[in-house]
């Protein structure tokens, strides 16, 4: 069965620093997805990056970059420059798909990140 | 570009009422998935539609229904309420076509609390 696992249920960083969430995966699917979000305190998800399974690079976007390494089945998260509003839940999701349209998201019990200035 | 809105807000219910929640996807967009989200724990899968028709189902009751209409927007039905059925529900929206992009926006969400 597809699983995803986050062994730090709480982190924290010093503001401006760089924090590394840990995030390992389960499946036996070729053709997986990896997402992160983050929800703030509001209960909100917001998307913050996608990793293919096929991807050739690692994804990037502004000071969010995706360690991907397919071998050891992790995708763990790489927030650079911490700021103070990045305080918040954040968790790592696997999609689950079967063609058709079918996009199941499976997601880890989450990471609480705290910022301190 | 119009997010992914929900409503309710909050809401409280007794225990055996039914409750419905809404969702309007994100522009541009043509499926809907919805997720419960019990305090402390990642969201969990309940269903996803796609051309208004169910195309996926987690492991929830019947009690859990649904419809998409053909604006794309959304319902949750629950009957029968129960007490562990109190969490946050969670809509999130995505695209399915010839060029199928795979994240899914979630909604603010609904905060279910059954007494």
């Known amino acids: 069965a597809q699983k995803i696992t986050q062994t730090q249920p709480g982190m924290f960083v010093q503001e401006k620093e760089a924090v590394t969430l840990d995030c390992t995966y389960d499946?036996?699917?070729?053709?997986?997805?990896l997402f992160w979000y983050k929800q703030p305190s509001s209960g909100e998800m917001i998307f913050l990056i996608y990793?293919?399974?096929?991807?050739?690079q690692n994804a990037t976007e502004g000071r969010y970059s995706l360690n991907f390494q397919k071998a050891r089945k992790s995708a763990n998260l790489v927030i650079s420059a911490s700021q103070l509003g990045d305080s918040a839940m954040y968790f790592c999701?696997?999609?689950?798909?079967?063609?058709?349209?079918?996009?199941?998201?499976?997601f880890g019990a989450g990471t609480r990140l705290a910022v301190h200035p | 570009e119009t997010g992914v809105t929900q409503s309710p807000t909050h809401l409280i219910k007794t225990r055996g009422q039914q409750v419905t929640l809404r969702c309007s996807s994100q522009?541009?967009?043509?499926?809907v998935s919805w997720y419960q989200q019990a305090l402390g724990q990642g969201p969990q899968f309940i269903f996803q539609?796609?051309?208004?028709?169910?195309?996926g189902r987690g492991n929830f009751p019947p009690r859990f229904s649904g419809l998409q209409f053909p604006n794309y927007s959304s319902e949750l039905n629950v009957n029968a309420l129960e007490l562990d059925d109190s969490a946050l529900y969670l809509c999130?929206?995505?695209?399915?076509?010839?060029?199928?992009?795979?994240?899914?926006?979630f909604g603010p969400g609904t905060r279910l609390t059954v007494t």
């Open positions: 499946t036996s699917d070729p053709s997986y997805g």
């Open positions: 999130a929206s995505s695209f399915q076509g010839t060029t199928t992009r795979y994240e899914q926006y």
């Open positions: 522009s541009g967009h043509n499926t």
């Open positions: 999701a696997m999609r689950e798909g079967r063609g058709g349209g079918y996009n199941k998201l499976i």
């Open positions: 990793q293919g399974s096929y991807d050739q």
């Open positions: 539609y796609y051309r208004e028709e169910e195309n």
